[in-house]
């Protein structure tokens, strides 16, 4: 989605109300005055106040956009000469090329600043547009140099621009808006001392054919049309037709020829006072051409801002006022007088600006949606940014602000509220009234927990992951022993992954690198900080300010670590570039297959397993919060991954005792600690306790042992503190307790809303009852299950301590007869690693279902799915896939919407050669069976790389037995039900 077409509802909305408005029979001059100012500022955009540090965004239509004095704007009213220049002495040299270019960038300015399209419809920008064209024509008048014809650029290269430029969304609804503005606002400027009434002004001649137009563009629908030559945003205001493309190019190559072809150019002296007004002026309108959501270039790089910004510079830096220190200096392919020689004499090399023309660089997006970006992180970034420079060219500001405006910056990246520091704790792992114990883990968990916690310990170190303070560089030391400490343990090591060589292709994501690697320097200097001198920082601060202008950098950016897709830590070779989050996550969940039954597992003390799970704990939630500005895409799999295998840790090595689990209060918890000795006397005595694996506020694992009464419950918990398993025990003799019931519990999203409980109650004798609980609605099903594997329902009644059976229960407990698959959901499947592409929670699923968006469901584990569905209700498209043990497609169902109604349209069987996808990647036969609405059936059998058409009949059938019941989220067993092997066509025709 592109930046005007983001805004366009908006410009929608306000064309709307004004045209209601005019064609009221009761309409008011008030009225019309609020619609047509409520149109231009939505026409406008955002505004971006360039330079000095200012509170709030000041109204362009009063106020400059590129100067403030004592952190307030000044009024468009404002004498600069008397402000800014007043009693500066000496005199600024240039080129009488340059006075002339100068010249015709304040008349642009001039014509910027009138009532219309580009300004807005008020008239207090017409006294300074007139001063700026007199100081134009006084700077024409001191050289007899005139500006020379530029030669023609590449016909195509300028066809190409023009014509993605030109390419908005809505351009009928843009030149209709332009059009209003610009009638209303040159019968304003006809009478600024006494404007003349918009009704009047609308219902004149030219003012009834732009509302007409304008009704048309509100009320008809889109129309055909290309963008008007009176756009501020692609052409100049003052030189009809010109577009903005063509004048920067056009200055950029007079200056540029100047600077290698003339020894001597003649030279033009003017008074610093002149030149100080000169380029503020310039600075202003290098201000006005800053790109907004639908003003300023649409988006795309103003380059004529960046020459009027070059040259201002270029004549302040003559002036008292100096060069900024952190100006690049002319940054495009011109090189003005006082910069012709380098430092041995020699004249630099220019580059050719036809070359350089870049239609795709000058028109990349600002944001890309899908991969999750949005204008709201841009802006903040930007934001920022700027306030960065600001405070390089305020020589009142103090190393403290510097520290705000790198933490603003830090929190732009995290997508962190500005407020919030994250801080470890200081302690990895709270143990407090726990017993620790030895864990054994697999050679494999040893070194992921090892890698993992180099990951903490870089995302605590000072750089763009925590921040610029260096002040956790000892908690950061800890993390790196533990990990040393883990890989003694193993011989075993990981092998490198993959890094990726993606480059950022909207301007959010160069900024955002650039940001990123801003921060990375800052926090590798001393105290944390880089000093200004230092010609690194110095450069990674150019670019960001030249990015956040929206111009180029000077420099590329380095590969950047970015916390929210790569991992921090070094993986591999050091030059390598960044390793992808989930191509570490996919690594970790390939590593971990199996590990549970490692023949040789490794014992990690009691005084390092606990630690180790409590910091895991603590990168998964940093994880999450790297992820929060974006779409969690890219953080989610490792964050679960890293958050389960750190509880599981927890589980193993943590075990406290209490007198209950109180499980009806606000806040759940336990309830009064028991030493083991007190534990173990009420087990005696036959009082009830609750013995808890994991940490006290998070638990893993909840046995809730009542002697008494000859029962015992084991409650699994999920990361929320939510029950998800629940069974219950009774004790049938001294040494056997048989599962009585067994409880199911699944949410729709976050906290305890859309709970769906499960209950399964058994008897010895074979007799299952299952009861539903959802949304208070409860259904009950008696039913005699045939519990083929009785035993299943049995367990010896533990010893006290012995609780590794109970903490080590799973669903595979309970009969086959009532089992369920599991289920995950995706934004789609990648069908050549039989795998799911960006997994999604259950509640994103259930919101692109009712936007009718598309996502798949997988029925069974991720790494070996059983059944895949596909649903996307926009395109019509709702499929069962069934899969073979080589984890290729063997049949697949076909359904549609009909109105109301569901068709099971049609079933498909693929035939492979041979049982390996690596020999037989591709079916060799596809068997398809379609009904149609009229009762005509179609089975046909085709190879397509050998016979084509096998065989092929057509019947009629009775299309009423196809039709199902509508398909209802979440309810996905009749799915799994299918018929995996439909038979519709001769046994020989399926034969390879």
């Not at 007190?678 to 005696?684: I, N, P």
Request: proline share 7%.
């Amino acid at each position: 989605m592109t930046d005007d077409e983001l805004a366009t509802p908006g410009i929608l909305r306000a064309a709307t109300a004004l045209v209601d408005a005019a064609s009221a029979p009761d309409s008011n001059q008030d009225l019309l005055d609020g619609a047509v100012t409520a149109l231009a500022q939505k026409f406008r955009g955002k505004v971006m106040f360039a330079k000095p540090r200012v509170d709030g965004v000041p109204d362009p239509e009063l106020y400059l956009l590129s100067t403030a004095h004592g952190g307030s704007p000044l009024g468009l009213d404002s004498d600069l000469l008397s402000r800014f220049a007043d009693g500066s002495a000496g005199e600024v040299t240039m080129t009488g090329l340059q006075v002339v270019l100068v010249a015709d960038l304040l008349r642009e300015l001039a014509a910027r600043l009138r009532p219309g399209a580009a300004f807005g419809v008020g008239t207090n920008g017409l006294a300074l547009g007139e001063r700026t064209r007199k100081l134009a024509d006084t700077l024409t008048e001191s050289t007899p140099v005139r500006r020379p014809l530029a030669r023609e650029f590449d016909p195509v290269e300028r066809a190409e621009w023009l014509t993605h430029a030109m390419s908005v969304y809505r351009p009928d609804l843009r030149n209709a808006v332009i059009r209003v503005l610009d009638v209303v606002g040159i019968a304003h400027a006809g009478q600024p001392a006494n404007p003349p009434p918009l009704s009047d002004v609308l219902g004149s001649g030219a003012g009834q054919a732009a509302m007409a137009a304008l009704a048309r563009a509100t009320h008809g629908g889109p129309a055909p049309a290309v963008v008007g030559p009176d756009d501020p945003g692609l052409f100049l205001r003052s030189v009809d037709g010109r577009p903005i493309f063509d004048e920067a190019n056009a200055l950029r190559e007079l200056l540029a020829a100047e600077a290698v072809s003339s020894p001597e150019p003649p030279l033009v002296t003017i008074g610093a006072e002149t030149a100080i007004v000169t380029g503020l002026l310039l600075r202003e309108l290098a201000s006005r051409l800053l790109p907004g959501i639908s003003y300023g270039l649409l988006g795309v790089r103003s380059d004529l801002g960046i020459l009027a910004d070059d040259l201002a510079a270029e004549l302040l830096a003559q002036t008292r006022y100096g060069r900024p220190f952190f100006y690049p200096g002319p940054t495009r392919m011109w090189i003005t007088a006082s910069d012709r020689l380098q430092s041995d004499g020699t004249a630099p090399d220019v580059i050719d600006p036809v070359d350089h023309l870049m239609p795709a660089e000058l028109l990349i997006p600002t944001v890309d949606s899908s991969k999750g970006e949005t204008f709201g992180e841009y802006e903040r970034i930007r934001a920022a940014a700027l306030d960065l420079s600001r405070l390089l060219d305020d020589k009142t500001a103090r190393d403290d602000h510097f520290a705000q405006v790198a933490r603003q910056l830090h929190s732009a990246i995290m997508g962190t509220p500005e407020d919030s520091i994250a801080e470890p704790k200081n302690q990895p792992a709270e143990v407090v009234h726990q017993q620790w114990r030895a864990v054994e883990l697999s050679h494999a968990e040893v070194v992921i927990a090892a890698d993992l916690l180099d990951e903490l310990a870089t995302r605590i170190g000072p750089g763009a992951a925590f921040g610029p303070s260096g002040d956790l560089a000892e908690s950061s030391g800890e993390y790196t022993e533990m990990a040393a400490r883990l890989r003694d343990l193993s011989s075993t090591r990981r092998s490198a992954i993959a890094a990726t060589t993606s480059n950022s292709r909207t301007k959010l994501g160069r900024l955002r690198d650039a940001a990123i690697h801003w921060l990375d320097i800052v926090a590798d200097g001393r105290d944390g900080w880089r000093v200004p001198s230092d010609p690194v920082w110095r450069d990674a601060t150019i670019n960001l300010y030249l990015l956040a202008q929206d111009r180029p950098a000077r420099t590329p950016t380095p590969p950047v670590r970015d916390p929210a897709r790569h991992l921090r830590r070094q993986s591999g070779n050091a030059t390598a570039g960044p390793v992808e989050l989930t191509a570490e996550a996919a690594d970790i969940a390939r590593l971990l297959r199996g590990a549970d039954t490692d023949p040789d597992p490794i014992l990690v003390p009691d005084n390092l397993a606990p630690y180790v799970g409590k910091a895991l704990g603590e990168l998964a939630t940093r994880l999450k919060g790297a992820g929060a500005a974006r779409q969690s895409d890219d953080v989610e799999p490792l964050a679960a991954i890293t958050a389960q295998l750190g509880r599981r840790i927890l589980a193993r090595a943590l075990v406290g005792y209490y007198r209950s689990w109180d499980r009806e209060s606000e806040q759940p918890g336990p309830r009064g600690h028991l030493s083991e000795a007190e534990a173990r006397e009420r087990d005696r005595a036959g009082a009830p306790y609750s013995v808890v694996f994991g940490e006290a506020h998070s638990p893993d694992t909840i046995i809730d042992m009542y002697r008494a009464a000859e029962e015992l419950r084991v409650t699994k918990v999920d990361e929320q503190g939510r029950p998800r398993l629940s069974f219950e025990f009774e004790r049938k003799s001294p040494t056997k307790l048989f599962l009585a019931q067994l409880t199911l519990y699944r949410y729709d999203g976050d906290g305890l809303g859309g709970v769906r409980a499960e209950q399964y109650s058994f008897e010895p004798g074979g007799t299952a009852t299952r009861v539903t609980v959802e949304a208070g609605r409860s259904t009950r099903e008696e039913s005699v299950a045939e519990i083929t594997r009785m035993e299943r329902l049995w367990l010896t009644a533990p010893q006290f301590g012995d609780w590794e059976p109970l903490r080590d229960l799973n669903p595979l407990t309970w009969p086959r007869a009532a089992d369920r698959p599991q289920v995950h959901y995706s934004l789609a499947w990648d069908p050549v690693r039989a795998t799911p592409r960006a997994v999604i929670s259950a509640g994103q699923a259930r919101r692109r279902d009712a936007e009718g968006l598309q996502y798949c469901v997988i029925l069974g584990p991720q790494d070996d799915p059983r059944v895949l569905i596909t649903v996307c209700r926009n395109d019509n498209a709702f499929a069962v896939h069934f899969f073979d043990d080589a984890k290729r497609f063997r049949a697949i169902h076909t359904f549609r919407w009909v109105e109301d109604r569901f068709l099971h349209q049609a079933q498909q069987r693929l035939i492979y050669a041979g049982p390996s996808p690596r020999e037989t990647p591709e079916y060799t036969l596809l068997a398809t069976f379609e009904v149609r609405l009229d009762g005509l059936a179609r089975a046909v059998v085709v190879e397509p790389h050998g016979r084509g058409v096998v065989s092929e009949r057509i019947d009629s059938v009775d299309v009423t037995q196809y039709w199902c019941a509508l398909p209802e989220f979440g309810a996905w067993e009749w799915a799994g039900e299918l018929d995996p092997s439909p038979e519709h066509w001769a046994a020989q025709d399926l034969v390879p």
